[in-house]
């Protein structure tokens, strides 16, 4: 059974940085695209940042481009992603995702796209 499990959220000042984890289980991703999404309250869920399967090839939403970093670290199966210079605008609840292709050359940005999901960790920022 294919598991993620999202940690790392939490309550952090404006301008604060956090490190998100997404550790997967059940299957190994590796040969995955995998990326973060987010969902505030009454919005839809929007990609933050993507990687393909090689790592090589990064997407960034224009609201966190040169303040995030996506990452995974093949040998422990987990995802990561830093978000630095925490604005209000950035709270929401985080998910991370993997796309069901293998070996697929591009970051694929639409929610669609993407077949297994965690269940979301919560971040708040206070100003």
């Known amino acids: 059974q294919v598991r993620l499990v999202e940690s790392g959220g939490g309550l952090v000042q404006a301008g604060g940085s956090l490190r998100l984890s997404c550790a997967a289980s059940?299957?190994?991703?590796?040969?995955?695209?995998m990326a973060w999404f987010r969902q505030a309250p009454g919005k839809e869920r929007e990609i933050v940042a993507g990687d393909t399967w090689t790592g090589t090839t990064t997407y960034y939403a224009d609201s966190v481009k040169g303040r995030c970093t996506i990452a995974r670290d093949s040998t422990k199966n987990t995802l990561y992603l830093e978000l630095n210079r925490l604005k209000i605008e950035d709270a929401a609840v985080y998910f991370c995702?993997?796309?069901?292709?293998?070996?697929?050359?591009?970051?694929?940005?639409?929610?669609?796209?993407?077949?297994?999901w965690g269940q979301g960790t919560q971040v708040t920022v206070s100003s």
């Open positions: 059940g299957r190994t991703f590796s040969m995955h695209n």
């Open positions: 995702a993997v796309n069901a292709r293998e070996y697929y050359g591009a970051v694929l940005t639409e929610k669609e796209s993407y077949l297994y």
